[in-house]
């Protein structure tokens, strides 16, 4: 089946630091990649997705995800986090022509002010 | 104003007794999934729908029920079988092709 690896589930650093997470899927085959957040109180809501193309993805809010084929990997980064990044990020991968999602068990990430 | 609602927000049950958890969605999208969300879990696939009348069990079915009669309802039944029904659930849908899921804001349950 199928799985999704992200790494250090918690994750607590200080306004202005880099933050880097990390996501490994299982899956050999094409891949759709995602990356979503959970800030406190809200609903999940896409941060940045990639189907093809260019593996270095952009999304909102200044993040950005790299697609490293050989690695099987969808790393999510941002150069200078702030207090309002605190929330809880998901990694997830869907096989290509499939509607299902496989996520990861998530980042809970704290930015201290 | 589109979007994705459940309700209740919260909700409790007693133990034995059978909860329908609503989701309906005015997006118009054909494809609609039930998560539930555990601490440290992440998210895990109850049961999905790709059209009207017809759906899929995900990976954690057992104990839990669903039907798909209006494109823009997909309502969750947790049964009394479910051994351990406390958790938040989130509902999802999509346009089939396009495999981005958009979420609702969740409803939390807890069993008294």
């Known amino acids: 089946a199928q799985s999704v690896s992200q790494h250090n589930h918690h994750v607590i650093l200080s306004e202005a630091a880099s933050l880097e997470l990390g996501c490994n899927y299982s899956y050999g085959g094409t891949v759709n990649l995602f990356w979503y957040v959970q800030y406190p109180g809200q609903h999940l809501q896409l941060l940045l997705k990639?189907?093809?193309?260019?593996?270095l993805v952009k999304g909102i809010k200044g993040f950005e995800a790299e697609f490293i084929k050989s690695k099987f990997s969808f790393n999510l980064r941002k150069p200078s986090v702030q207090w309002s990044d605190t929330a809880e990020y998901f990694c997830?991968?869907?096989?290509?022509?499939?509607?299902?999602?496989?996520f990861g068990k998530g980042n809970q990430v704290v930015v201290i002010p | 104003d589109g979007g994705i609602t459940q309700s209740p927000k919260y909700l409790f049950r007693k133990e034995g007794q059978n909860v329908t958890l609503s989701c309906e969605q005015n997006l118009n999208h054909d494809a609609m999934y039930w998560y539930r969300q555990d601490p440290g879990q992440g998210l895990r696939l109850i049961y999905y729908?790709?059209?009207?009348?017809?759906?899929q069990k995900g990976d954690i079915a057992e104990g839990y029920s669903v039907s798909r009669e209006k494109k823009e309802s997909f309502p969750l039944t947790v049964t009394s079988a479910q051994k351990n029904p406390t958790a938040f659930y989130l509902c999802?849908?999509?346009?089939?092709?396009?495999?981005?899921?958009?979420f609702g804001p969740g409803t939390r349950l807890l069993v008294l």
């Open positions: 990639y189907f093809s193309g260019d593996p």
């Open positions: 997830a991968v869907n096989i290509y022509g499939n509607n299902r999602l496989a």
């Open positions: 999802a849908s999509s346009i089939p092709g396009e495999e981005t899921q958009y």
């Open positions: 729908s790709q059209i009207v009348n017809d759906f």
